[in-house]
T-cell receptor, first 118, second 116 residues
């Protein structure tokens, strides 16, 4: 079974509008971390935001926020005020055993391609 | 501050050839990883290391080997290249885990490998 599911292969958003990229995860480990990475067309992986499973508040980093719904096992990325430079692939990832005791690797979803229209 | 450095950035191999993808990090991270990314897919773990002298297989290790003789370096060896190994390869590192801190993985720029 997939551990990270991103159901939107592609999304379009108008410049300056907000967009939500969906991510659901599956784990029985109570200690995990959730990450979002951006991959522009140049190919590098850029870290955006992190949410720990025990964090009480939703993470925010500038225009990025993570809508963490633990009971539903979802960790959606919200980008506010979209910019043309936000056009990229976005990957949701999970690390099980994030509080220690694991090999630390990230498990990735298949990604969502976001296109921002002017 | 170089972070994670991968070489080469691009490479074309013929079927049956071998090569080593180099990866070095200057952040003194214990954990290092090799991932591959096939078109339209997420990243899949090939091998990982939790410290010098310790390596283990990930999800897709067949056709690859690794070594970790120092904290800084984690080369990936392809033996007898096959077309199925055409992919983009990423090396990454992260600090030790614990206490729920944000321990993001830092990625290299990637190596685009084509096997023909």
């Amino acid at each position: 079974a997939q551990k990270i599911t991103q159901t939107q292969p592609g999304m379009f958003v108008q410049e300056k509008e907000a967009v939500t990229l969906d991510c659901t995860y599956d784990t029985s480990d109570p200690s995990y971390g959730l990450f979002w990475y951006k991959q522009p067309s140049s190919g590098e992986m850029i870290f955006l935001i992190y949410q720990g499973s025990y964090d009480q508040q939703n993470a925010t980093e500038g225009r990025y926020s993570l809508n963490f719904q633990k009971a539903r096992k979802s960790a959606n990325l919200v980008i506010s005020a979209s910019q043309l430079g936000d056009s990229a692939m976005y990957f949701c990832a999970m690390r099980e055993g994030n509080y220690g005791g694991s090999q630390g690797n990230l498990i990735f979803g298949k990604g969502t391609k976001l296109s921002v229209k002017p | 501050n170089a972070g994670v450095t991968q070489t080469p950035k691009f490479r074309i191999l013929k079927i049956g050839q071998s090569m080593t993808l180099q990866c070095t990090q200057d952040m003194n991270h214990n954990y290092m990883y090799w991932y591959r990314q096939d078109p339209g897919m997420g990243l899949k773990l090939i091998y990982y290391s939790v410290g010098a002298g310790i390596t283990d297989k990930g999800e897709v290790p067949n056709g690859y080997n690794v070594s970790r003789s120092t904290t800084e370096d984690f080369p990936l060896r392809l033996e007898l290249a096959a077309p199925s190994q055409t992919s983009v390869y990423f090396c990454a590192s992260s600090p030790p885990l614990g206490l729920g801190a944000n321990t993001e993985a830092f990625f290299g720029q990637g190596t685009r490998l084509t096997v023909v």
